[in-house]
T-cell receptor, first 112, second 113 residues
Framework: GGIITQTPKFLIGQEGQKLTLKCQQN?????MYWYRQDSGKGLRLIYY???????QKGDLSEGYDASREKKSSFSLTVTSAQKNEMAVFLC???????????FGSGTRLLVI | QEKVQQSPESLIVPEGAMVSLNCSFS?????SIWWYQQHPGKGPKALI?????GNKKEGRLTVYLNRASLHVSLHIKDSQPSDSAVYLC?????????????FGIGTLLSVKP
C-alpha cells in the first residue's frame, strides 16, 4: 500500500517568519491538496495541484505559496506567520477522477 | 460557493447504540458525497461515499442520500468506543481546473463503554 508523509509533524515559528511544510506521496496520484484545519471551522482548501508544476488556488490561498516540482511532492509556504496562529495543515492526494482522497497525519503549527 | 453543514455538533451515546449523523449541502450539482472519520492527531480517513439517490450499506455503516432535499445522513449500527472520533461530511466538486472536496465542520462522536 501507499503512504502520504508530511514533515515536520510539529512546527513552532515566530511572527513574520516564512515557514515551509512538505508532503510526499507514493500512490502515483495526479492531484495533491493542502487544507488548513482550525477548531470550529472544518477543513478549508488552501492550494491544490492537478499535475506536476500546476497550481490552483483554493478559498484560503492568501498568505500562502505552494510548489509542485515533482509528481510525488507538494510543499506549502506560510509567507509571514501570524502571532498566536495555531492550526493543523493537512496534505491529501487523489486520482485524477477525484475519488479516494488519502490524507496525511498533518503538520501542527504554532506561532509565538 | 458550496456550503456543507453538519448536525449535531457533538453527540454522546452508550456503546451499542445506533448513531445518526446529518449533513446538508447547498448545490444539487454536487457529485459524490463522502463521510470521513478523524481520530485525534490523525488525518481524515474515508469511510463511505454515495453518488446516487438512495442508500448504501457497508458493514455497520449505512448512508442515505436525498438530492431533492440536499441531505445525506450516516448511520452507525452497534456503535463501539473505537468509533469515537470526529465525522466529516464532504462533497466533491468537479471543475475544469480539477476536483476538490468541500468539508463540513464535523460532528464529534463519543461512544461510552
Amino acid at each position: 500500500g501507499g503512504i502520504i508523509t508530511q514533515t515536520p509533524k510539529f512546527l513552532i515559528g515566530q511572527e513574520g517568519q516564512k515557514l515551509t511544510l512538505k508532503c510526499q506521496q507514493n500512490f502515483n496520484h495526479d492531484t495533491m491538496y493542502w487544507y488548513r484545519q482550525d477548531s470550529g471551522k472544518g477543513l478549508r482548501l488552501i492550494y491544490y495541484s492537478i499535475t506536476e508544476n500546476d497550481l490552483q488556488k483554493g478559498d484560503l490561498s492568501e498568505g500562502y505559496d505552494a510548489s509542485r516540482e515533482k509528481k510525488s511532492s507538494f510543499s506549502l509556504t506560510v509567507t509571514s506567520a501570524q502571532k498566536n496562529e495555531m492550526a493543523v495543515f493537512l496534505c491529501a492526494s487523489s486520482t485524477g477522477g477525484g475519488s479516494d482522497y488519502t490524507f496525511g497525519s498533518g503538520t501542527r503549527l504554532l506561532v509565538i | 460557493q458550496e456550503k456543507v453543514q453538519q448536525s449535531p455538533e457533538s453527540l454522546i451515546v452508550p456503546e451499542g447504540a445506533m448513531v445518526s449523523l446529518n449533513c446538508s449541502f447547498s448545490d444539487s450539482a454536487s457529485q459524490s458525497i463522502w463521510w470521513y472519520q478523524q481520530h485525534p492527531g490523525k488525518g481524515p480517513k474515508a469511510l463511505i461515499s454515495i453518488f446516487s439517490n438512495g442508500n448504501k450499506k457497508e458493514g455497520r455503516l449505512t448512508v442515505y442520500l436525498n438530492r431533492a432535499s440536499l441531505h445525506v445522513s450516516l448511520h452507525i449500527k452497534d456503535s463501539q468506543p473505537s468509533d469515537s472520533a470526529v465525522y466529516l461530511c464532504a462533497v466533491t466538486r468537479y471543475g475544469s481546473s480539477g476536483n476538490k472536496l468541500i468539508f463540513g465542520i464535523g460532528t464529534l462522536l463519543s461512544v461510552k463503554p
